[in-house]
Nanobody, 125 residues
Framework: QVQLVESGGGLVQAGGSLRLSCAAS????????LGWFRQAPGKERAFVAA????????WYTDSVKGRFTVSRDNAKNTVYLQMNSLKPEDTAVYYC??????????????????WGQGTQVTVSS
């Protein structure tokens, strides 16, 4: 089992920044990466960014490229999502997931076997 705990969400004005953290514990060696997804009210959970534990591969959805950066600290078993230039459309509950992800699967929810509880991000206009 892998346990994931997200933190860092909050209310911010458009143009502001937030940094989300996802702390992993347990059998993280059974996974090879972690992804960030978000879910707005009435919408499906959607891919945002992902990173392998090695750090060699990162992926982003087009709408956040150049604004969001995913990184990891393996010593702390923690993955971060630095979000800059936030927009109202970034408002959602953000979830981190851990699993076996590859270049052709990272954007699906299915490869992620473990999920955190989510953290709310609200961007006001």
């Amino acid at each position: 089992q892998v346990q994931l705990v997200e933190s860092g969400g909050g209310l911010v004005q458009a143009g502001g920044s937030l940094r989300l953290s996802c702390a992993a514990s347990g059998r993280t060696a059974s996974t090879n990466g972690l992804g960030w997804f978000r879910q707005a009210p009435g919408k499906e959970r959607a891919f945002v960014a992902a990173i392998t534990w090695s750090g060699k591969m990162t992926w982003y959805t087009d709408s956040v490229k150049g604004r969001f950066t995913v990184s990891r600290d393996n010593a702390k078993n923690t993955v971060y999502l630095q979000m800059n230039s936030l927009k109202p459309e970034d408002t959602a509950v953000y979830y981190c997931g851990a699993g076996s992800i590859w270049s052709n699967t990272y954007y699906y929810t299915a490869p992620y076997d473990y999920w955190g509880q989510g953290t709310q991000v609200t961007v006001s206009s």
